[in-house]
């Protein structure tokens, strides 16, 4: 509620300052537009954007460190016991002291030391609602009156206001500089901490999974297990399947649509595989738990194997599918890429159709479709929504497609989905496997898109 | 269109024998009625203005044309008498006896070996990997190739100059043993030498087979041909020895194209 | 070797003609591996389409029983205040079983009767509640109401549960299916539209839980990701496709951004649980942190779309701009980005598509709690229709698996919807240069 009063305050006073840039424009050359070095609407636009510009980014900085300072400040008027408790706990008793000052329901009778310091944090809460208020406000002010005095018959104003646009535009796409060092910092500093827990080697090279964590210390099976061994093993079993499923039908559906297929085939089955892609992949997930995953186990058991109702198989041959129109788009695209004298030159030695596509087309499009493996791999490894639903959660270590295994991103959500404090080593795991999930995607991307760049150099 | 006193449409020996030839792309009519005959054992170059639909013509011969959406080519073909429009003649048996080259030398991403090797393949045409060497052997030999290629047979063909890779497609034409080679100015994309080193194989070539060729030069018309056909706007206008189209033209249009008033 | 050399014509001699057969074999094979390609493709399109519609359509209607329930006064407002918190809280259930008991009065045991209240819905209370809060003059009457019948019974009208079966076997048993041939020989059983699908939050009891809280959640979540991607993701298009010089920096954005697009969504997530939430302190379940998230995600989707628009406008259009004097600025806002627009908001719209669509982030940012209350603003807990369906999807209920796939097919209508605005978009406003 208190941003959209803020940004409305921002918004009245820019709009006043346009008017009075305008106006202030204007009276300087006594009305005479043609004195003037910029049009009045860009003077106008130059005091406006002075009155919004540093108190949104004001706005932005204090809402951001708001809530870190308000925490800070309550916990150094906390008593000296309470500040000395371990991380974990100390983030126990602030959710219950944010909690109890909020007015949602606390658990137990709050201690009067917790009331205090609720009472703290209400009333800190609002100083910085109404500081940051005034401040805002006035940063405004003082930003639109300094801009209006420099506002004159000569005074360049569309090429300040231009600059200004400029710098905003830079900043917009900084943002996804930022976001990659975002998400690589958040990524890399709670694997870290993870890592002062559980060391890296045991990590990444141990066969146990299991992350139950006991809350105390004296309970059986006190401390999980950290291997990610069976996790990575589940990812790439979940992946071959797919692989298998989605690169023969995906290739071939691409061979067939740019080699074959009439305009008006082309026309249909494009967005055919258009509608597979634009399929949600909960949607794909319902699909391989509800219908696959139980005919899989029926297909299983009439061949006397013991199937599991969330076997490897079942996800997989779903992911397959979802990744088809990824696979064949693209294949499609560097089909398309290969130059039409390679096939004339096939033709014109007397190959037929397929021999051309199989013995001229396919080599040439070779390092393009593997790109596209590459791209449609990562693709598969990053999948969440399928495996959370159709895979199991146990890490098995093997190979048996009719068996549960579970993924890096099943682990990943069923660590972190539900009410966990922030710093056990369950959470911290996520970040690791994130870690993980991560790199090893981006490095099949760089791989992938160095690939596909080398070839269609090649053509061009 | 044509009257025999000022053509020579058709001749004593033809290979190929083109009658009443029109070819429309979706609708939009390229070539009216050619009438021209192809002989054995000579060069025969078709020359004209860019987009008088001389290429057009000579991927008729082999029915490249059939790759094209929308292009429609009737009348009649025929090469050794046999019929070549015809539904029922096999397009892929068609070019494997009448080999083309292209105008940009295009070698297949193979190595030198597999893109000579490649026609024989899949036609079938040998037995076992001593003979298909041979074939390969032979083929670079009579394109001239052999002696630049012989101890890098197994790099690939597109790392070879622009000279070589046309001698290259053209060895790789000749491997599969045609009647007869298209080539569609198989020059325009190569410097001075390797045009004269290309030029001299087409020469050498005449000897085995009945060549074909679309060129934008009348030099190079004069210096491979014996037979010349001239055309403008999608019809014939002369067609003769080569000598005399280009000493004595007897129509104005051919005149005036050669000493260069137009094209 | 020799006579084949010598050989004229078109492929005459025995050899050849065999082999060719061959090879237009292997042609045929070839050509009919694509159309089983695209056919398993296809097929597989129809197979989730069809048991995404054959689960889900029996949710879009619903059964009530009739009865006539009479309003008592001492039960509902015993002090005769007519005070608005004191009839929301009163106990309702007890008049509708009074009304059941009424039509089964040989029902006397103990766990027949917890049977018989069962075959309505737990809802029962609400639901009087609400014709009370709108009518207080109900009070002393009686009426004719069609209360909802419970999921089991629901889905036992609808024929999922067979009776035939063995009792032990099925979730309805003899006695109740008895009472419900009673009550449907006396007319009472009625079936109606599920209007609550469409107008209420979420439930544990699926005969009342209902899609709009999510739709309304995605609403805002999708409104948050469109105010903050659509203008940066222009900006910093027009930025890269017009302004900015070629060099190492915008080479490090660009390829940045490339691979952003690839990175998985879920690790987005993870951000969004490490910064906004841990960090900048944001509330949980919110839709602003859930579409600050999306927003992140779709943002390099919408700058290559947006990209691809403005490298489309050819630079004759430029030069005329510059020809008359306009500045660098001028030249973009006037005339390259109003041209591009199309091709941008194509993209953009796909981007929103994707991002409806998205689930395993905000799995991340705690969207997944149980939420009944429509969500008023950006800020407060709200689910998305993606994450509904999830939950709904783990939810063991019989009747929860047709709202689940009921849900599906909403969420498939919106993007259907999207894609199709996409479409129309593209081919009524993209000029071809």
Redesign the interface.
């Known amino acids: 509620m208190q941003i959209w009063l803020i940004l409305g305050v921002i918004l009245l006073l820019a709009a006043y300052g346009y008017q009075r840039g305008k106006g202030g424009a204007l009276a300087a050359v006594s009305g005479d537009a043609s004195q003037l070095h910029s049009l009045p609407s860009y003077h106008g636009a130059y005091v406006a954007l002075w009155a919004a510009i540093p108190a949104l980014i004001a706005c932005v900085i204090w809402l951001s460190a708001e809530h870190q300072i308000i925490e800070a400040l309550v916990v150094s008027g906390l008593s000296a016991e309470s500040q000395a408790l371990e991380p974990q706990r100390l983030a126990l008793l602030m959710s219950d002291i944010r909690n109890l000052s909020s007015g949602d329901i606390v658990r137990a009778d709050p201690s009067l030391e917790v009331q205090a310091a609720a009472a703290r944090y209400t009333e800190l809460a609002s100083i910085s609602l109404y500081a940051k208020f005034a401040v805002i406000a006035a940063l405004s002010a003082i930003c639109l009156f300094f801009a209006k005095k420099r506002i004159a018959g000569q005074f360049r104003a569309r090429n300040r206001v231009e600059r200004i646009v400029r710098y905003i535009m830079i900043a917009a796409s900084v943002i996804a500089i930022l976001t990659t060092i975002g998400l690589v910092l958040s990524l890399l500093f709670e694997a870290w901490r993870f890592f002062l827990r559980v060391p890296f080697h045991d990590f990444l090279f141990g066969t146990h999974w299991s992350p139950q964590t006991a809350i105390r210390a004296d309970q059986v099976g006190a401390s999980g297990s950290f291997g990610a061994i069976p996790i990575f093993a589940g990812t790439l079993l979940i992946t071959l399947i797919a692989m298998l499923i989605a690169v023969p039908l995906g290739l071939f559906s691409a061979i067939y649509m740019s080699e074959y297929a009439s305009p008006r085939a082309r026309g249909a089955i494009k967005p055919l595989l258009e509608v597979l892609a634009g399929v949600p992949t909960v949607v794909y997930g319902l699909f391989a738990a509800l219908t696959v995953g139980p005919y899989v186990r029926g297909f299983g058991e009439s061949f006397g194997i013991d199937a599991s109702s969330e076997s490897a198989l079942a996800a997989g041959l779903v992911m397959g599918v979802m990744i088809i129109p990824f696979v064949s788009s693209l294949s499609d695209d560097v089909i398309n890429a290969v130059p039409q004298t390679l096939r004339d030159g096939s033709y014109a030695l007397g190959a037929t159709q397929s021999e051309t596509i199989r013995q001229v087309v396919l080599p040439a499009a070779l390092p393009g479709i593997v790109g596209a493996v590459l791209l449609a791999v990562s693709r598969a490894i990053g999948e969440t929504m399928i495996v959370v639903m159709a895979a199991g959660l146990a890490a098995n270590l093997t190979a048996n497609p009719f068996e549960a295994v579970t993924t890096v991103t099943v682990q990943i959500v069923t660590l972190l989905v539900g009410d966990q404090e922030f710093d056990s080593s369950k959470t911290l795991a996520a970040f690791a496997l994130g870690l993980v999930l991560f790199f090893v995607t981006l490095a099949l991307n760089i791989i992938a898109l160095k690939v596909v760049r080398k070839y269609r150099e090649k053509y061009d | 269109m044509l009257d025999s006193e000022t053509n020579s449409a058709t001749i004593a020996d033809p290979k190929v024998v083109c009658r009443d030839v029109s070819v429309s792309y979706s609708g939009k009519q390229a070539l009216f009625d050619i009438d021209l005959d192809i002989g054995s054992h000579q060069v025969t170059s078709l020359i004209g203005p860019s987009g008088c639909g001389k290429s057009t013509f000579l991927r008729c011969m082999?029915r490249?044309n059939d790759?094209i959406?929308g292009c429609v080519v009737t009348g009649s073909i025929s090469?050794?008498?046999?019929e070549?429009l015809d539904d029922e003649?096999?397009a892929?048996?068609?070019?494997?006896?009448v080999?083309?080259?292209?105008q940009?030398p295009?070698?297949?991403?193979?190595s030198i070996y597999d893109n000579i090797a490649?026609?024989p393949r899949?036609?079938?045409?040998v037995r076992g990997k001593d003979e298909l060497d041979e074939v390969v052997q032979t083929s670079l030999e009579r394109a001239g190739l052999w002696e630049e290629v012989k101890d890098r047979l197994l790099q690939p063909g597109t790392g070879l100059s622009g000279g070589q890779q046309q001698r290259l497609?053209i060895a790789?034409?000749i491997a599969?043993?045609p009647?007869v080679i298209?080539m569609d100015e198989p020059c325009s994309a190569l410097d001075p030498i390797a045009t004269a080193r290309v030029e001299e194989l087409i020469d050498e070539l005449k000897r085995s087979y009945s060549i074909v060729i679309v060129t934008h030069s009348m030099q190079q018309a004069a210096r491979v041909s014996q037979r010349t056909a001239f055309f403008h706007l999608g019809i014939v206008v002369e067609v003769g020895e080569t000598e005399q189209i280009f000493t004595n033209p007897r129509d104005e249009r051919t005149q005036g194209y050669i000493t260069g008033r137009y094209g | 070797m020799t006579d084949r050399e010598q050989s004229t014509g078109i492929a005459v001699d025995s050899a050849e003609v065999k082999h060719a057969r061959k090879r237009y074999r292997a042609e045929r094979r070839f050509r009919m591996y694509g159309v089983a390609a695209i056919a398993a493709a296809a097929g597989m399109l129809a197979l989730l389409v069809i048991s995404i519609v054959a689960t889900g359509w029996t949710a879009f209607y619903q059964h009530s029983i009739a009865l006539d329930v009479t309003f008592e006064a001492k039960v509902i407002d015993p002090k005769g205040g007519r005070d608005p918190s004191v009839l929301a809280r009163a106990d309702y259930r007890k008049l509708a079983r009074a009304s059941l008991r009424k039509l089964f009065p040989d029902v006397k045991k103990r766990g027949d009767k917890r049977k018989l209240y069962g075959l309505l819905s737990i809802g029962v209370d609400q639901q009087l509640a609400e014709l009370v809060a709108a009518d207080p003059s109900l009070i002393g009457q009686t009426r004719r109401v069609e209360i909802y019948a419970s999921d089991d019974v629901d889905s036992f009208l609808k024929g999922f549960i067979d009776r035939e079966a063995p009792e032990s076997d099925r979730r309805i048993k003899d006695k109740e299916i008895a009472w419900l041939d009673k009550l449907e020989t006396d007319g009472a059983i009625t079936s109606h539209l599920n209007l609550r699908f469409w107008t209420k939050g979420d439930s544990r009891e699926p005969e009342l839980a209902g899609f709009w809280g999510a739709m309304v959640g995605s609403f805002f979540t999708l409104l948050v990701t469109l105010a903050l991607s659509f203008p940066v993701g222009v900006l910093a298009a027009t930025y890269l496709e017009e302004f900015a010089p070629k060099n190492r920096w915008t080479d490090i954005i660009e390829v940045n951004i490339n691979n952003l697009a690839a990175v998985p969504s879920i690790v987005f997530g993870l951000l969004g649980l490490a910064v906004f939430l841990n960090f900048f302190g944001l509330p949980r379940s919110a839709p602003l942190v859930g579409g600050m998230v999306l927003a992140l995600m779709t943002l390099p989707t919408i700058i290559i779309a947006s990209r691809s628009a403005l490298k489309a406008v050819p630079p004759s259009i430029r030069e005329a701009a510059f020809g008359v004097g306009a500045s660098e600025l001028q030249v973009v806002t006037h005339h390259v980005v109003p041209l591009a627009l199309p091709g941008i908001l194509t993209g953009a719209i796909i981007g929103m598509a994707r991002a409806l669509g998205e689930t395993a982030p905000l799995l991340m940012i705690g969207m997944v709690a149980f939420i009944v209350d429509i969500p008023g603003s950006v800020t407060d807990p709200a689910t998305v229709m993606p994450v509904q369906i999830y939950l709904w999807a783990d939810s063991p209920e019989r009747a929860f698996v047709a709202r689940t796939s009921a849900g599906v097919m909403a969420l498939l209508g919106f993007l259907m919807l999207m894609n199709a605005l996409a479409v129309i978009l593209r081919k009524r406003f993209e000029r071809r240069w």
Request: net charge positive; proline share 5%.
């Open positions: 082999n490249m790759v959406d090469v050794d008498g046999v070549i003649i096999d892929v048996q068609l070019r494997r006896r080999g083309m080259v292209f940009k295009n070698p297949f991403p193979k490649y026609g899949i036609h079938g045409l497609c790789r034409a599969v043993r009647d298209l």
